[in-house]
């Protein structure tokens, strides 16, 4: 085999490891993105305060901040400057937060809710295999209540 041939199988064998460690670093993502002010104070002290385990499931770093994420993206919390929800949607009160359901991303099983009236917002994604959404929302409605209030609901849900 010439030097040419053998130099050419050793750069694409160096650029298909490169592209495999990229993927392998670029899983912990869980198709995450960070929000907008992600990387506030306030979202950071959000983040720190989630618990380790929720709805049986144990919690997993994504390398977006202002994020946290439980089992496989099975519960997904997001924080920063989010605020795709109408104003006039339906909106409930949990233990002193006021959330709303973001029918958009709201299909197939998938439960997404926003805080209402908090700056930074938090927002909360549950995957169908989460039986008690109720209970994640309660849970994550202790630690998002230390956000900023601006406003409370107008109409309850």
Known sequence: MTSGRRLAQVA???????????????SSSYNV??????????????????????????????????????????VILRCGNISDVPESAPCTSVKGVDWVVNEKKTHDGVKTVLSYGRSPAAEVTMSERIKDKNAVIGEVSGIVSGLARQKACAKQG
């Open 33 to 74: 993105s960070g929000a907008p002010g992600g990387a506030s104070a306030a979202c950071s002290s959000v983040v720190s305060k989630a618990p380790q385990k929720l709805a049986g499931h144990e919690r997993n770093d994504s390398d977006q901040k202002g994020t946290a994420v439980w089992g496989d993206g099975d």
């Open 12 to 26: 694409v064998i160096a650029v298909c490891a490169a592209a495999l460690a990229a993927c392998g670093t670029s």
